[in-house]
């Protein structure tokens, strides 16, 4: 493996670390210490199930490698998912590792509004007066939805979720969706193109996809089909919680999209077809009918 395969390869297995975290319940960060090639420490926080504000992820790889390998951890490459806060980085400097990468930097979390001190690794580095060479942006799209506000919400909602607790949000989820057609259905433009155009658009926009996430692959005077590809916290969500999608969706979702395209016309019916869903296919395929 070249560098930036290499780095890329340890860096997933950082993202699963961060992970378990999450299912975990914990803040979903994870960090590996590599050195000559091999794994020397793997690690994520326990800041929540262990009631420890200093459990970062990258703070628990090192306890890691110097338990292994002695405390100076020079030559050693430690990869982790979101850039080091000050106090894992001068733990960093402290150390003696060579190398960090990173995906998720503390001024991509500031641009989110997430709460960090605004404080770069390089920065630490610099005052501690140590040479340490950082590759930045390390799988950088796929650590960033470890961090999506949307799907951390969908990850605590569905974390431990029984069928009741499915049902109970799919009832919320209802009430939202109406409130938002109420808002939005008059960039609708209903009665200006055929009823299964506008409620598959109508799904576009709730859904916040292009029109090439969603094409239509069959049409009929009744009923159209199109393969959803938008990004879906709820997917994610179940991803990382190694939830079923064909069983959650079907009770958390699957009604209240119904109810979205029967508000424009009681005789549609938005429908799934459950042998075709991601993860486990490339795309969700999904129709919206008029019933006679």
């Known amino acids: 493996m070249n560098g930036v395969m290499e780095l890329e390869f340890w860096m997933r297995v950082a993202i699963g670390e961060a992970e378990e975290s ?9 960090a590996v210490i590599i050195k000559d090639g091999e794994m020397v420490a793997a690690a994520h926080d326990y800041e929540e199930t262990e009631g420890d504000a200093t459990s970062h992820a990258e703070i628990n790889a090192i306890k890691i490698a110097s338990q292994k390998i002695g405390k100076n951890l020079n030559g050693c490459i430690l ?10 980085a001068f733990a960093i400097a402290w150390s003696g590792i060579s190398e960090i990468a990173f995906g998720f930097s503390i001024q991509d979390a500031l641009a989110q509004g997430r709460r960090r001190i605004a404080f770069q690794c390089v920065e630490a580095f610099d005052k501690a007066s140590t040479e340490v060479i950082v ?8 650590c ?43 960039g609708l433009n209903i009665g200006d193109s055929h009823l299964l155009d506008t409620a598959h658009r109508l799904l576009i926009m709730r859904f916040h996809a292009a029109e090439v996430e969603m094409p239509v692959v069959n049409r009929t005077e009744k009923q159209i089909t199109f393969h959803s590809m938008n990004f879906c916290p709820t997917l994610e969500a179940c991803r990382i919680l190694r939830l079923d999608t064909r069983h959650v969706c079907k009770l958390l979702n699957e009604e209240s999209t119904d109810m979205l395209v029967k508000k424009i016309d009681s005789r549609l019916r938005f429908s799934r077809n459950y042998n075709n869903l991601r993860p486990y296919s490339s795309f969700c395929e999904e129709s919206i009918s008029i019933e006679d």
């Not at 990869?79 to 894992?88: D, G, L, Q």
């Open 22 to 30: 999450l299912r975990e319940g914990n803040k979903g960060f994870g």
């Open 144 to 186: 960033a939805i470890l961090y999506r506000a949307d799907v951390r919400s969908e990850i605590n909602h569905l974390r431990n979720a029984t069928d009741e607790d499915l049902k109970a949000l799919n009832a919320d989820s209802i009430a939202r969706r109406t409130a938002w057609f109420c808002q939005n259905k008059a």
């Open 79 to 88: 990869i982790s998912t979101s850039e080091p806060c000050p106090m894992c």
């Open 135 to 142: 590759h930045k942006g390390i799988l950088r799209r796929e």
